[in-house]
């Protein structure tokens, strides 16, 4: 029997740090893995080794058009108002930490969320039946230790005791609003997902594949850096620029025979695996009754070029852009993301491997209904519907300059009933294609699910 899409999603979301392990017999394009191109796996910092100069210039181009975009914005914007929070504050913004304003009371709180699922999934035809799971129990810890200094963590149980990981345990040192120091084990700011994960906050059952199969979310790393807050026009603009340790060799010596930058996150806080901390940034403009719009880059070196003084491989690195935005058009919220990825792969490993990944995804929530509900005041039914698409390589075939596929395209529809800003019950009908390399007919795979969320 096939696997369904919950296996594969599970899959994808649990994905080992081991090397490769296995290989198709698509790898004769190009000629098998060797052992030092194993060492030498690497993605190079934009198309086909763009300096870094280049993407920088191109960053701080892009970031004014954004600004400049945002201080016409507030004469337009839309009837209605967002909340004030913007994207960067987002792991502050949970509620065992709201009693106050974002982590300014002295106090010191735990808190969390929990997630359950139920699903029912076929492909092709073939089912693999009813299954219920419990995804997440994460855990947050959280210390203003002084007026000027906060302390944050999340610890996640995944499929029950299955996966235990610290995603985050990071320390702010405030000077300014607008300089603020963090240093630990943080989320780097790429896109809008990686720092705004908890389920709670999203009406439909499984995460958005851009965000966790291209960007590898939810992606905590070892490092540190500045961000903060400034007032532009009525906005608020803010930025982020961080040093971690990055991905590591097993963005392509991995068992999923494809480039995967998931497959490249450490599984352990320890030193980095070549000594060139990757860099990212983010640059946002937030207006109160529009939204929010956003600008990251993350890159740098992934694979072990050298070791103990002894050159392995050429240092190769990867490069990922993304921009996300999240809107408010009267009582329609709109969220979405896109992300371009850029990749150094060895000329022995085989075209399967893509050098240039896209992906994208949007959400569309409307409220149809809000109600008082047994007791329950303010009870919200929202109509949902999600349209996503990723393709792992844009590549073209060297033989017959034919396009080499490896995409899939989804429609997510569904309902969701929040109770509270906080907690939810939610219900999609999921429907994917998925195509090979080659563009043979689709894999059809369509299910549902039922779930629910909350903080407590």
Known sequence: ????????????????????????????????????????????????????????NIFITTSLIVTLFFINLN????????????????????PFILAGSIGKQTTTAIG???????????????????????????????????????????????HGTEEIALETALLDFEFHPALIFRVGILLPPIGYFNQNHDSPKWEFVDRPLVSTTLIPSTLSEVGFGLHGNLAVSGNIFTYEAYLTNGLNDNVIANPENRTSLASGKGVSFEEDNNGSPNFSSRVALKNRRFGELGLSFYGGAYNTFESDGLKLDQKRGLSIWALDANFQIGQLKLVGETAWIHVDI???????????????HLDLIYPILKTNLLNLEEVTLNANIRIERIDYNIDDFEETGGNIHDDITAVVPGLSLRFSKNTLVRANYRYH???DLFGNPAAKVAGFQFGFASYF
């Open 346 to 360: 060895p000329d022995n490993f085989g075209q399967q491997f893509g050098s240039k990944q896209w992906g994208m």
């Open 1 to 56: 029997m096939k696997k369904g899409f919950m296996s594969v999603r599970r899959k994808i979301e649990t994905q080992s740090s081991m090397g490769s392990s296995r290989h198709s017999s698509f790898y004769s394009l190009k000629g098998p893995l060797t052992q030092q191109s194993k060492a030498g796996v690497v993605l190079t910092l934009g198309d086909h080794g763009v300096a870094w100069r280049n993407n920088l």
């Open 433 to 435: 294609w998925e195509r």
């Open 112 to 158: 969390g969320y929990l997630e359950g699922n139920t699903n029912y999934f076929v492909e092709d035809g073939v089912g693999d039946g009813f299954s219920m799971e419990m995804r997440r129990f994460n855990i947050f810890l959280y210390s203003s230790i002084s007026s000027r200094i906060r302390f944050l963590s999340e610890l996640e149980f995944e």
């Open 75 to 94: 004469r337009t914007a839309a009837q209605g108002v967002t909340d004030s929070i913007a994207n960067k504050d987002a792991i502050f913004a949970r």
